[in-house]
């Protein structure tokens, strides 16, 4: 009884109910079965001795089963030992995200299957796969394109479209789905790309007033939402810093004056809401970086994506948006005290995500109930430029995103920080078995 509750405790992120028996089954047959009345994602499961029995309402729900399952068992030889329990479980919210950056540090494509392996392991299910921006590179290589491929001076490393279709299948078939981003107009490897559409002809910011910007831009996105079959797809619009040289430029000047426009803040919400508009009239859901809102002309079809600030999600659903937080930043210190992989340049301790901030984070917080349902959720952000090798990266992931699976998978009230640290103690143990560079807990 004792090691059954162990393993059953053990199960992370916590399930919504279980139920512990007395006693093993070895070797159990498995039947999985559909029962519509489960939540989209969730699943029941039984082991006695009369098997494993699985149902739930889709595919992603009898894989879910599974992964429990695969965290239940005990392995000895061939043979496999489950306790008995009953579990009812489903996820809290339906976006649970982890950014992956190949731009700033490129990790190639077996880094990005092992990333989403561990992932679908912990119940992930959105990978924001950060190809293209970041000072206006790009390590995606697009065939009808060839100026598209912007790598950092000195690099050659790539993705081809084969290796996305690869890596967007190998997702699928582990219930994530990747979602796909053209950062603008800031960070944006477009100017680069296509200096002709720039205000200055040469490369400086896109030209918001010239309407070749916009076919160009079309163009692009048709070849990447090819790419990447998400509904959501990314389109930037943070830190646009150099707006105002939008103020120099006769087009966009132009523009500006027919249309009203008060200032470039307007504009770029003008510009970002066509591009949203030209997504949805391809069946496409646009997403885009919370500054956005700091304008009041965005295109009600826009989706927001958190970053600055724990409060941003009121301000986007109240005005109609639905919203994802991405705010655990993992390339932020974690609080380990004289922590190898920490970037030495870091100074600002109040930017710290430790383990704990990490468990606590909660996309909904604040939100009135009436708006919940436009939060879809949460992600935690791998921005790689002061993560430079593939042990850095695991050992800023790793347990810190057990945390963020927890905090996105498992019912708020159903949170327990004592709880989660000692199964945590075991999940440190198998990952650092499967080869990761996990950190300690920190504390
Ligand atoms: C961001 O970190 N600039 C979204
Ligand atoms: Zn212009």
């Given at each position: 009884?004792?090691l059954c509750?162990?393993?059953a405790?053990?199960?992370?992120?916590a399930?919504?109910?279980?139920?512990?028996?007395?006693?093993?089954?070895?070797?159990?047959?498995?039947?999985?079965?559909?029962?519509?009345?489960?939540?989209?994602?969730?699943?029941?499961?039984?082991?006695?001795?009369?098997?494993?029995?699985?149902?739930?309402?889709?595919?992603?729900?009898?894989?879910?089963?599974?992964?429990?399952?695969?965290?239940?068992?005990a392995?000895?030889?061939?043979?496999?030992?489950?306790?008995?329990?009953?579990?009812?479980?489903?996820?809290?919210?339906?976006?649970?995200?982890?950014?992956?950056?190949?731009?700033?540090?490129?990790?190639?494509?077996?880094?990005?299957k092992?990333l989403?392996?561990?992932?679908?392991?912990?119940?992930?299910?959105?990978?924001?796969?950060?190809?293209?921006?970041?000072?206006?590179?790009s390590?995606?290589?697009?065939?009808?394109?060839?100026?598209?491929?912007?790598?950092?001076?000195?690099?050659?490393?790539?993705?081809?479209?084969?290796?996305?279709?690869?890596?967007?299948?190998?997702?699928?078939?582990?219930?994530?789905?990747?979602?796909?981003e053209?950062?603008?107009p800031?960070?944006?490897?477009?100017?680069?790309?296509?200096?002709?559409?720039?205000?200055?002809?040469?490369?400086?910011?896109?030209?918001a007033?010239?309407e070749?910007?916009?076919?160009?831009?079309?163009?692009?996105?048709d070849?990447?939402?090819r790419?990447?079959?998400?509904?959501?797809?990314?389109?930037g619009g943070?830190?646009?810093?150099?707006r105002?040289?939008w103020?120099?430029?006769?087009?966009?000047?132009?523009?500006?004056?027919?249309?009203?426009?008060?200032?470039?803040?307007?504009?770029?919400?003008r510009?970002?809401?066509?591009?949203?508009?030209?997504?949805?009239?391809?069946?496409?859901?646009?997403?885009g970086?919370?500054?956005?809102l700091d304008?009041?002309?965005?295109?009600s079809?826009?989706?927001?994506m958190?970053?600055?600030?724990?409060?941003?999600?009121?301000?986007?659903?109240?005005?109609?948006?639905?919203?994802?937080?991405?705010?655990?930043?993992?390339?932020?210190?974690?609080?380990?005290?004289g922590?190898?992989?920490?970037?030495?340049?870091?100074?600002?301790?109040?930017?710290?995500?430790?383990?704990?901030?990490?468990?606590?984070?909660?996309?909904?917080?604040?939100?009135?109930?009436?708006?919940?349902?436009?939060?879809l959720g949460?992600?935690?952000?791998?921005?790689?430029?002061?993560?430079?090798?593939?042990?850095?990266?695991?050992?800023?992931m790793?347990?810190?995103?057990?945390?963020?699976?927890?905090a996105?998978?498992?019912?708020?009230?159903?949170?327990?920080?004592?709880?989660?640290?000692?199964?945590?103690?075991?999940?440190?143990?198998?990952?650092?078995?499967?080869?990761?560079?996990?950190?300690p807990?920190?504390?």
């Amino acid at each position: 009884m004792l090691l059954c509750i162990a393993l059953a405790l053990s199960v992370l992120p916590a399930p919504r109910q279980f139920v512990c028996r007395d006693g093993f089954v070895r070797n159990p047959s498995v039947t999985v079965s559909r029962d519509a009345t489960l939540p989209a994602e969730g699943y029941r499961l039984e082991v006695s001795s009369n098997g494993v029995e699985i149902a739930a309402a889709d595919d992603a729900g009898a894989f879910y089963a599974v992964q429990t399952l695969k965290q239940l068992g005990a392995r000895e030889g061939s043979g496999l030992t489950l306790p008995v329990v009953e579990i009812e479980d489903a996820p809290r919210f339906g976006w649970r995200g982890v950014l992956h950056d190949d731009v700033n540090n490129f990790f190639g494509k077996e880094a990005v299957k092992r990333l989403i392996d561990l992932m679908a392991a912990y119940k992930f299910n959105r990978l924001m796969w950060h190809l293209t921006g970041s000072k206006g590179y790009s390590v995606l290589a697009l065939g009808k394109y060839p100026t598209f491929f912007v790598p950092k001076p000195g690099r050659s490393s790539r993705y081809t479209e084969e290796d996305v279709r690869e890596v967007v299948a190998y997702a699928r078939a582990r219930h994530v789905e990747v979602v796909g981003e053209l950062e603008m107009p800031a960070h944006s490897p477009l100017p680069k790309a296509f200096p002709e559409i720039t205000c200055d002809g040469k490369g400086g910011s896109l030209c918001a007033g010239n309407e070749e910007t916009y076919r160009v831009i079309e163009g692009v996105l048709d070849e990447l939402i090819r790419l990447f079959p998400f509904e959501y797809f990314h389109i930037g619009g943070d830190e646009f810093f150099t707006r105002d040289t939008w103020k120099k430029c006769p087009k966009c000047r132009a523009l500006m004056e027919r249309e009203g426009l008060k200032d470039t803040k307007e504009l770029q919400n003008r510009f970002q809401s066509r591009i949203f508009d030209y997504l949805a009239s391809k069946g496409r859901k646009g997403i885009g970086w919370d500054e956005l809102l700091d304008a009041t002309n965005l295109t009600s079809s826009a989706a927001v994506m958190g970053w600055r600030s724990d409060e941003v999600n009121r301000k986007a659903v109240a005005r109609g948006h639905a919203c994802v937080m991405c705010r655990p930043y993992l390339d932020y210190p974690q609080g380990i005290p004289g922590d190898p992989y920490e970037y030495p340049k870091w100074s600002y301790a109040y930017a710290r995500w430790t383990l704990e901030r990490c468990y606590a984070f909660d996309p909904a917080a604040g939100v009135p109930k009436a708006a919940l349902g436009r939060i879809l959720g949460g992600q935690c952000a791998n921005w790689s430029g002061t993560t430079e090798t593939a042990e850095a990266l695991d050992w800023k992931m790793w347990p810190r995103q057990c945390a963020v699976a927890e905090a996105l998978w498992t019912d708020a009230g159903r949170k327990d920080w004592g709880d989660f640290l000692r199964r945590l103690k075991t999940h440190v143990e198998r990952l650092r078995s499967q080869g990761v560079n996990c950190a300690p807990l920190g504390l």
